[in-house]
């Protein structure tokens, strides 16, 4: 049967023989793309008489959707806490090779840096599609200066800063301009941070909790106020205490306001989290799980010295280090294999493991009508793995954007 092209001009592209992600589950069903987004294949076919202009046999692979990573401070030798003349072409760089990684959007994040240079790097970071070029910006992820001392982990003190009287207008003076930021983590034990969380969220920017010695009622209080989310849950706050368990009581408290979900990000390396910790998370809340990389600039680099914004940090396989100490700083893990730690270290389903970086993201940031899924007319935006969760190929808008050299199709 001929398409119909009264709709639309644009090819439609049939994926057959695969396994698709959709409402939780693995179905084996095509999935049909057509200028960038999800088709309902229903409509084309009763309602436009049209078919596939090209079929695409995926070999039994599974489809899902795009990772998102809401929290990736560099790789590949960029830092993205860095200042350097040629930025553009570091972010460039890092949003082209994550796609090999299944990464298809990103939020590229800022550790604790001195006013200037949210300043010069800021204005950099713009929000933007997908695309061969690389995966999508979905906006900056700031995270500090307005954290705890005592929480710092890699944060160098030196440019940590509290709210003073103005708290709102210390937050703008500290970063310059909110335009492209998407997510704020801070410390919500700080005086004055429930306005800021209350402002910030008003402007549709996600807050964030983390680096943080809060107690579990200003933890709760601050969502109450708007934030939704846990930056890297165990890591830089108080360990769990059964009469206070502090910021990670979140993930069972009674005292979420209706209609709200908090979710919370889990660095799924095998270093920064014990895997009874992250099956810990996972039993007790499990659709607020978000695998984040923490991704610093030594990721896909050889073991040795790096930079983690304003610090030198030391690569000794999966472990980074402040140099010449044994403090944590951030992860070298590519988002792949944080699914499939995450998938063996808790025995969940596939499906699960896969939400874990696509829906779980998308829905933290309001974006799952159209990230994050495989639902009609959302963007087509996934992923072909093989059964071990190994990436085939990447797909942004329905065009392959990366595909394992050893396949051919």
Known sequence: MPSNKSVSDAPIVQFTNCRILRNHQLQREDLWV??????NPEKLFFEEKGS???????????????????????????????????????????????????????????????PSLYYQVLPQISVRNGG??????????????FISKEKKGAHPEHCLRT??????????????????????????????????????????????????VANLSQAEEAVQHGATFITHLF????????RDPGIVGLLTSDKIPSGRRVFYGMI????HTNPAALRIAHRAHPKGMVLVTDAIAGMGLAPGRHTLGQQVVEIDGLNTYIA????????????????????????????????????????????????????YDSDADFLMLNDDLYVQATYIAGEEVWRQDALGM
Do not use: W
């Open 34 to 39: 057509r200028e960038g987004k999800i088709l």
């Open 52 to 114: 596939a202009d090209i079929q695409r046999d995926c070999k039994d692979s599974i489809i899902a959707p795009g990772f998102i990573d809401v929290q990736i401070n560099g790789g590949f030798g960029v830092d993205f806490s860095l200042a350097t003349d040629d930025f553009k072409s570091g972010i460039d760089l890092v949003s082209q090779k994550i796609l090999s990684h299944g990464v298809t959007s990103f939020c590229p994040t800022l550790v604790t840096s001195p």
């Open 132 to 145: 061969a070029h690389g995966a999508g910006i979905l906006g900056a992820h700031l995270e500090g200066p």
């Open 163 to 212: 709210f003073e009287a103005g708290a709102f207008q210390d937050l703008l003076a500290t970063y310059g301009s909110l335009d492209c930021v998407r997510i704020v983590t801070l410390a919500p034990e700080m005086k004055r941070s429930s306005e800021v969380i209350r402002d910030l969220t008003k402007r549709g920017i996600c807050v964030s909790l983390g680096h943080s």
């Open 235 to 242: 890591n830089a706050m108080l360990p769990f205490h059964h």
């Open 268 to 271: 799924s390396d095998g270093i």
């Open 324 to 375: 010449g100490t044994k403090t944590l700083s951030g992860s070298v893990a590519t988002m792949d294999t944080c699914v499939r730690h995450f998938q063996e270290a808790t025995g969940c389903s596939v499906e699960t493991a896969l939400e874990a970086a696509s829906l779980h993201p998308a829905q933290l940031l309001g974006i799952e009508h159209k990230k994050g899924t495989l639902n």
